[in-house]
């Protein structure tokens, strides 16, 4: 590129931006090397112009960092999913146990557990049946779901406060 100027410039890179060149700067271009090469220079700038208006690919950087995010999001979704299934063992496992251990015992006891939960269902249908009875099956009862349910709801719980539930 030279270093000249020409009192032309400003009109040939007018008439460059606009598209229209009428007679007096298409002569000007044709003997003036100076403004000849502004032109090209316009043409080839704008050229590049038009290509940077075409669509860009995401920054990599934005991705690794959006990929790093979903990662550590499947990974805490895994762990809490391992968490909830050990909760959930940690505190159904010892309520069936419970309810096992107390079949156990009632068989060692001479008490057949299928004739228990017949006498069961009849003393809940009945209004003048053994209160202790019922009492003893709605515990049973009660300890098993809530075995099975409170570990659920605890895990259930931390996954809704990080969004995961």
Same mark, same amino acid.
């Not at 890179?13 to 044709?30: F, I, K, N, P, T």
């Not at 043409?43 to 959006?66: F, H, K, M, N, Y």
């Not at 049946?129 to 098993?144: E, N, P, Q, R, T």
């Given at each position: 590129? @030279?270093? =000249? !100027? ?6 040939? $890179?007018?008439?460059?931006?606009? +598209? ?16 000849? =090469?502004?032109? =090209?220079?316009?043409?080839? #700038?704008?050229?590049? +112009?038009? &290509?940077?208006?075409?669509? !860009? ?14 990662? @550590?999001?499947?990974?805490? *979704?895994?762990? %809490? ?6 909760? !959930? &063992? ?10 096992? &251990? $107390? &079949? =156990? ?9 299928? *004739?228990? #939960?017949? !006498? $069961?269902?009849?003393?809940? *249908? ?6 202790? #009875?019922?009492?003893?099956?709605? /515990? ?5 779901? *809530? +075995?099975? /349910? ?13 969004? %995961?539930?």
């Amino acid at each position: 590129m @030279r270093n =000249e !100027t020409c009192p032309y410039e400003a009109r040939v $890179l007018a008439a460059r931006r606009a +598209g229209y060149w009428d007679a007096d700067v298409s002569r000007h271009l044709e003997q003036c090397p100076v403004c000849r =090469e502004i032109s =090209e220079v316009s043409e080839q #700038i704008r050229t590049l +112009g038009s &290509l940077a208006s075409a669509p !860009t690919l995401p920054d990599p950087d934005l991705l690794w960092v959006r990929a790093r995010i979903a990662a @550590r999001q499947a990974a805490a *979704a895994r762990a %809490l999913r391992r968490r909830m299934r050990d909760q !959930t &063992l940690r505190y159904g496992l010892p309520a069936v146990g419970a309810a096992w &251990l $107390l &079949l =156990e015992q009632m068989k060692a006891a001479g008490v057949d557990p299928s *004739a228990w #939960i017949q !006498t $069961l269902a009849s003393a809940a *249908a009945n209004p003048g049946a053994s209160a202790a #009875i019922v009492a003893l099956a709605a /515990f049973v009862s009660g300890l098993v779901a *809530a +075995g099975l /349910f409170i570990g659920r709801a605890v895990v259930a719980r931390r996954l809704r406060s990080v969004g %995961l539930w």
